[in-house]
Structures are given as C-alpha cells and as structure tokens.
C-alpha cells in the first residue's frame, strides 16, 4: 500500500492557493524582484521565457507576452490559479472578473522610476519621447486613479510593497507577503532572493536609509 503523502502545512497552503498571484506595478519598479521572490518561496510563475535576462534585468523578467493582449485573450488565466503572474498596472484592471486574484502592487520612488527607464532606454539606443516631468505627472495620475478604482474589485485583494523596503529588510516582507497569500511559503529562500546589488538608481532619501 502506498504511503501517504504528509499533511505538511506548506503543502495544504499550497493545495487551498485557489486564487492568482499578481505582481503588479510601474515600469521599472522591482516587479522582476517580487517575481523572483515568489518563485523561490514556492509559487510557479507564468512565464514563457521569451524575453531573457539581459543587463538591465540580468536575473531574468519573468514575463508572459499574452498578457499584453488582455482584455482579448484571457484563456491562459485558467492554468495561472496557485501560481503568479507579472501584470502591469496600466492592465491590472482588464483582468476578468471570472477569476480570483491576490495582488502585490510594488511602489518604487518615482524619481528612482523615471531614472531607471532612461538609463534602460540609453541602453538600447532609443529616444526618451516625453520628458521626466511629464511622465511623473502621467503615472502618479494614473497610480491616483487606479487605486480608487481597485477599491470597486471585488475580486481583488491588494497589498502596496514599497521596493525600497524590500531590498532594505528582505525577511521582514517575506512574512508580511507570506501572511497575505495565506502561508506555506519557504520565508528565508524568498529573503535570500533579494539581491540588494540590483538597486542601481537610488533616490537620496532612500540611500540615507
């Protein structure tokens, strides 16, 4: 008779994860970081690999094209329940309704933000169309506006990450993200994830820190 499989609570926490794990947030925010956090604590990401690490991510995207094409097609969403998925703000709400999600809205200090796209953008050659204080003006619009409206998502349960606060107490927010997607999770493998060498564009308050 075959043995049966222990009753651990990591791997119950894992069975009951009947929802989707969402890292979400701005360009340029420490998505890739919280990905690889959940990744090494235990949740699969959605990823299909075709965009590779390179040096302005060199530890990897975690990216999944078809969720560009959301709202149209949404159909891969059936095999993302108990695993995460990287969603960018601007297509957090076109997320249907049909599905249950957990969302890790990562915040990063805007001038750390608009300084780590240009330096992304200088690197492949490419112009930067709109200047830094107008695209400041275009995302806190949008991070005002979409809060209120995540308020309305029944669906949804969201927790705000500041990305300077992870890199600066990794283990600290890997219980706080442990306790919201309800536990089970390997803590110290998730802390351990956090590379701090990755934070190239600091803000002056946040280098104080």
């Given at each position: ?23 979400s947030?701005?360009?340029?925010s ?8 959940l ?29 560009k ?6 159909e ?10 990287k ?6 709400e076109k997320l ?10 990562v ?14 953008l200088?690197?492949r ?6 200047p830094?204080e ?6 806190r ?13 029944a ?11 992870v ?7 890997a ?5 919201f997607l ?6 110290e ?12 564009q600091?803000?002056?308050s946040?280098?104080?820190r």
């Open positions: 008779m075959a043995l049966e499989r222990p009753a651990t609570a990591r791997y119950q926490a894992r069975m009951s994860r009947d929802f989707v794990t969402v890292v947030g701005l360009p340029r420490g998505t890739s970081m919280m990905m690889r956090m990744a090494a604590g235990g949740i699969e990401p959605v990823s299909d690999g075709l965009r590779s690490a390179d040096e302005d991510n060199p530890r990897g995207y975690f990216e999944l094209e078809r969720v094409k959301l709202p149209d097609d949404s891969w969403l059936a095999q993302a329940v108990g695993r995460s998925v969603v960018i703000s601007a297509l957090l249907p309704a049909s599905y249950r999600y957990r969302v890790l809205f915040e990063r200090e805007m001038s750390e933000v608009l300084a780590s796209q240009r330096r992304m200088e690197r050659g490419e112009p930067q169309r709109v830094d107008a695209m400041a003006a275009m995302f619009k949008h991070l005002d506006a979409l809060r209120q409206r995540l308020k309305s998502r669906d949804m349960q969201v927790m705000f990450m500041r990305y300077d606060e890199v600066a107490d990794p283990r600290a927010a219980g706080r993200i442990g306790e309800g536990g089970g999770l390997d803590e493998a998730m802390a351990q994830a956090v590379d701090a060498s990755l934070y190239r600091r803000a002056a946040s280098a104080q």
